[in-house]
């Protein structure tokens, strides 16, 4: 069964920290993305990566790729409090246009 | 704002009834995507249509259809409703068919009573 584990599920963390979120896959994958949901609010795109060694930054967060150990890592840096959400990973599945999505990482930045 | 309308933002409906749930992708993107989040299921992708086509399959039941019509709206379509349905269901639009950044309507929330 194609299963895509997200840990932690929950991360409470001090504004300033760094910390990762990691996304494992179970099966070989075309993409890998990465988004945010705010609470009650719907999800945002935050990265979109395509091949074994990619890297995505946009502001205190970076994503990256390794296809062969089938896992995605999206890094925090220096984490404020507006970064408090809920981040999921989701792959395609080779040969196909399905998604399968991670159970999530809810995120809590403490002041 | 994503440019992604969906109509309406919630249903309060009974068991055995059928709902459609509308949704208005940005202006210029032809692919469109739906999905479901429930607090049993989590996220899960439904299906894509890409400009009148239907490009993708997921966890889709049976009793439920979608389509996407000429002006590139797609609609929903969940029948013989259950209480396990209740859910909150998004679109999303995205320019072609790649499956690159998507842009998220705000979500229809059902609820089956």
């Known amino acids: 069964e194609l299963k895509v584990e997200q840990n932690p599920l929950f991360l409470s963390m001090q504004e300033g920290k760094n910390y990762t979120i990691y996304c494992n896959y179970s099966?070989?994958?075309?993409?890998l993305y990465w988004y945010r949901q705010d609470p009650g609010k719907s999800l945002e795109s935050l990265f979109v990566?395509?091949?074994?060694?990619a890297v995505k930054q946009e502001g205190r967060l970076m994503a990256s790729l390794d296809t062969k150990a089938r896992l995605s890592t999206l890094h925090i840096t220096a984490a404020v409090h507006d970064l408090s959400a809920t981040y999921f990973c989701?792959?395609?599945?080779?040969?196909?246009?399905?998604?399968?999505f991670g159970t999530g990482t809810r995120l809590k930045v403490l002041a | 704002d994503s440019g992604v309308t969906q109509t309406p933002k919630h249903l309060i409906t009974a068991t055995g009834q059928r709902v459609t749930l509308r949704c208005s992708p940005r202006?210029?993107?032809?692919?469109v995507y739906w999905y479901q989040q429930s607090l049993d299921q989590g996220l899960q992708f439904l299906i894509q249509y890409y400009n009148g086509e239907e490009r993708a399959k997921g966890n889709i039941l049976e009793r439920f259809s979608a389509q996407q019509f000429p002006d590139l709206h797609s609609e929903l379509n969940l029948s013989s409703l259950e209480l396990g349905d209740s859910a909150l269901y998004f679109c999303a639009s995205s320019v072609s068919q790649a499956q690159e950044t998507q842009y998220f309507g705000p979500g229809t929330r059902l609820l089956v009573l």
């Open positions: 990566l395509l091949s074994n060694g």
């Open positions: 202006s210029g993107d032809l692919s």
């Open positions: 099966t070989t994958s075309d993409r």
């Open positions: 989701a792959v395609t599945v080779t040969g196909t246009y399905k998604y399968i």
